[in-house]
């Protein structure tokens, strides 16, 4: 599944917990508006496979509802159910 339009908090800052506790995440978009297609798909991709182990063993669903952003200067995927707190 392809987004259309931008995620609504594209170029904003969330709370995201992605298992270590709440941290400030700068959402870029939707991964596949970015990227072109899905995650599952991105080979070689270090935010991709990264994504793709900790979904395995947080049991996030199996679908294209991330975004890509970053936490610091590092990028990573994050699945929409992980956002806890919205934009600012």
Do not use: C, Q
């Not at 996030?60 to 991330?66: A, I, Q, S």
């Amino acid at each position: 599944m392809m987004h259309d339009a931008a995620h609504p908090n594209a170029g904003r800052t969330v709370t995201v917990d992605m298992g270590d506790g709440p941290v400030p995440y700068d959402i870029e978009d939707w991964w596949d508006r970015i990227s072109g297609g899905s995650w599952m798909f991105a080979e070689g991709n270090p935010a991709a496979l990264k994504y793709a182990v900790r979904s395995a063993f947080a049991n996030l669903p199996t679908d294209d509802e991330v975004v890509y952003g970053k936490v610091g200067h590092l990028g990573h995927i994050v699945h929409v159910s992980e956002i806890k707190e919205e934009g600012k």
